[in-house]
C-alpha cells in the first residue's frame, strides 16, 4: 500500500534553516508528482510546494516562495523540502502528498517549530 513517511521537522530558530525529508513506497515514485503541505494550529491545511514526477517543474505557495526548495531523488523514492529563512509562521506539521488513482495519500506529518 501507499506509504509517506516524513522526517526532519525540529525546533529551530527563527532565521534558520531545515531539510525536511519524505521517503515513499507502495507506487512508482517516479510516475507521480509530489506535494508538500503543512497545517498551523487553528488554520487550513497549507500546500507550500508541488514538483513533477520527474523533477523538472516545482511551484510554491507565495508565503515561502524564494525561502523553500522542493527536490527529489527518485533513485532513493525521496522528496525534500530544504527550508530557509524560516519565520515563526512557518510553525506547522508539514506533510508530504500524493494522489494515486484519485486517491490523495498522506503520511504522519513531521513537526516544524519556529522560536524566537
Known amino acids: 500500500q501507499v506509504q509517506l513517511v516524513e522526517s526532519g521537522g525540529e525546533l529551530v530558530q527563527s532565521g534558520g534553516s531545515l531539510t525536511l525529508s519524505c521517503v515513499a513506497s507502495?507506487?512508482?515514485?517516479?510516475?507521480?508528482?509530489i506535494a508538500w503541505d503543512r497545517r498551523a494550529p487553528g488554520k487550513e491545511r497549507e500546500l507550500v510546494a508541488e514538483?513533477?514526477?520527474?523533477?523538472?517543474?516545482?511551484s510554491y505557495a507565495e508565503s515561502v516562495k524564494g525561502r523553500f526548495t522542493i527536490s527529489r531523488d527518485n533513485a532513493k523514492n525521496t522528496v525534500y523540502l530544504q527550508m530557509n529563512s524560516l519565520k515563526l509562521e512557518d510553525t506547522a506539521v508539514y506533510y508530504c502528498?500524493?494522489?494515486?488513482?484519485?486517491?490523495?495519500?498522506w503520511g504522519q506529518g513531521t513537526q516544524v517549530t519556529v522560536s524566537s
Open positions: 514538483i513533477s514526477s520527474g523533477g523538472d517543474r516545482t
Open positions: 502528498s500524493v494522489r494515486v488513482f484519485s486517491r490523495l495519500y
Open positions: 507502495g507506487f512508482t515514485f517516479s510516475n507521480y508528482e
